[in-house]
DNA sequence: ATTAGCACTCAATCAATGAGAGTGCTAACA
DNA sequence: TGTTAGCACTCTCATTGATTGAGTGCTAAT
């Protein structure tokens, strides 16, 4: 169903004070503010309409409007123009990307920390799993006379360290060897792949040294559980601090806590992503907690998996801004990706 | 200036139930609670006596006493036993030390967990910088033609790495003796004291490969820079959210803003920490922005420098349970650091 | 179909009131 | 002289009631 032109107009005048003033809408003042050429009356006809219609409600009989939740998705979908960086936000942008980056994390980070800027709401960036990459270069370097440092290097150009013990008998050129004998049959292989058997066969190879092989196995083991995890990345989750609809501490500390913990957020998100920019609106989210926030979504591609890039905020929300902004820094995310870090 | 035993006695209940209550304690209640052998009258005349000493105020005339922030002063310096933590939760931080420690970072990470799970304060854990610590080990590992990874290993386990862009023509076995030439020039060179004549050397030595040796220098140019500052480590900041003193939206927000920046954490912290735990209460602290906020620190040795191990909370808080935990905590993570982790 | 006019509704604000908690003071008591 | 009971007094907090004002819905006129 698609509404007229004139109550479409109403609606976005309604959602657009509404989301700036976090006030309901009457009638009067939206004919004043944006200079229609119709009465307020009018207006108010119309505004009964788009209420039976389900795209308003009333707070109570003498209050203005507000749009409802399915007033948003309808806006959305039929009358959404997304709104993208402008000049001085993307000088901002390069500025950021520019500096002396270190590590992907790094950049990770920092478009994070400008999503949640340019857009006042809370951001998250997932990075999945590296599980998909592929084995490199293994490395055992001699610390002291019992420990040594695994380094594991893979294609993505992500590392992994982690301490091991060994035998104070084994020599540094020993420990040189071994490592280059994980490398020979490691090298290639997707960090998923391992082969039980491969390393097996290692240990039979090996056996002279077989504390050694034991500990790397153990340590990359480890390791290996360690990464199976994507990642995440919050920023700006004070922003909620500032919308008049978090006043109340209980709800304020709920959503505070999700925003915190990072197996949290990844619960609440919506389970399929695609690369478009993916809107949910309030009661649409199925997690229970965050039925008045909307989440602002995109996928980006990470080293041939779906990584994850969005806002969450409050159900009156800039939608067009935010959605706009993620859809830029999708792209931008993909860029750099593309561009293959090694 | 001490005070005798009845009066000690009194502002020792006060202070307790206040702790507890954040609400002023009146002379009946105390006298029920604590069932003390003198009437709510003697109470009374004790309270004004310890009102003029500056021990108690009230917030208006016909409500209770709260502790005035000399009387917790007080309280602090003169009267609290330290409370060390009871076997349920030596039980639980043992079971948090022994899971799986892959890095340093990482125990770091989870006492400073532990402290706010105890406490129910935000805890802070400041790990000094590792410019003390010595170069080990320095490895070049190609990933792509134009691209390698270089490593730089350290004494204390702690790990660099970036990735560096390289000329095509060198081949791995070219970037492995680089990587050896470093390592004998700045193996057991504390961090802090690189001396640019031996690198200059090193630059000349290998006149050959001038544009790797480049990349290289620029490359630990920019990570000794990262390395510099000493990392924070802030845990449970949403502890100040149950706090009824910071129910005001501002005030939290203010508070919150600080516990979520590791440089502003770093600013409010006093300037000078022993290895005592040290109390500073409300006004006490130099920061404006915490003057209604305790702060318990205290020091450990971390490879020769002094980190921080604390909480922060409101001005009416359980210092007793506070400094003991800190304490118990500050002992644990020098006991683990002594353990040397190389 | 649109608009002006008007009665009506309801939340928000403010002042007045009363209850309750707690004090300070006085006088009696041990 | 230190302690206690008793009582008047103070101040906050919660409740109530009146007032205000923004905004609506309806009706009648345009």
Redesign the interface.
């Given at each position: 169903m698609t509404l007229d032109k004139r109550k479409s107009q109403i609606l976005e005048s309604i959602i657009r004070d509404y989301v700036d003033t976090a006030e309901p809408v009457g009638s009067r003042s939206i004919v004043k503010k944006h200079n229609l050429k119709i009465s307020a009356a009018t207006v108010r006809n119309e505004m009964a309409d788009l209420e039976e219609m389900g795209y308003l409600e009333q707070p109570h009989t003498s209050a203005g409007r507000i749009p409802s939740q399915v007033g948003f998705r309808y806006y959305v979908d039929c009358m959404m123009q997304k709104e993208t960086l402008d000049d001085s936000e993307l000088d901002l942008l390069n500025r950021i990307l520019n500096e002396?980056i270190?590590?992907w994390s790094d950049v990770v980070g920092r478009v994070g920390g400008f999503l949640s800027q340019i857009t006042n709401y809370a951001s998250f960036v997932i990075v999945p799993s590296i599980k998909l990459s592929e084995f490199?270069?293994i490395?055992i370097?001699p610390?002291?006379d019992r420990?040594a440092?695994l380094?594991v290097?893979t294609?993505v150009?992500v590392?992994m360290?982690?301490?091991i013990d060994v035998p104070p008998a084994v020599s540094a050129e020993e420990l040189q060897l071994i490592g280059r004998a994980f490398t020979r049959v490691l090298s290639g292989t997707k960090l998923e792949e391992i082969r039980r058997n491969e390393l097996k066969a290692l240990r039979e190879e090996l056996k002279n040294r077989r504390k050694v092989i034991d500990s790397v196995l153990e340590a990359v083991e480890?390791m290996m559980q360690?990464c199976r995890d994507e990642s995440v990345v919050i920023s700006g989750?004070?922003n909620i601090?500032n919308e008049p609809e978090f006043?109340d501490?209980d709800k304020?500390?709920r959503i505070?806590?999700i925003l915190?913990e990072d197996v949290l957020l990844k619960q609440i998100l919506p389970d399929t992503v695609s690369e478009e920019v993916n809107i949910t609106i309030g009661n649409e989210n199925k997690a229970e907690d965050i039925k008045e926030m909307s989440l602002v979504v995109a996928g980006y591609n990470n080293f041939g998996e779906m990584g994850k890039i969005g806002v969450i905020g409050p159900v009156r929300m800039e939608y067009w801004k935010a959605a706009g902004t993620v859809e830029s820094l999708r792209n931008i995310l993909d860029q750099v990706l593309n561009k293959k870090?090694?």
């Open positions: 002396n270190g590590e490199k270069n490395q370097i610390m002291s420990t440092m380094l290097v294609d150009g590392l360290h982690r301490k480890i360690g989750a004070l601090l006043k501490l304020l500390k505070l806590t915190e870090y090694f």
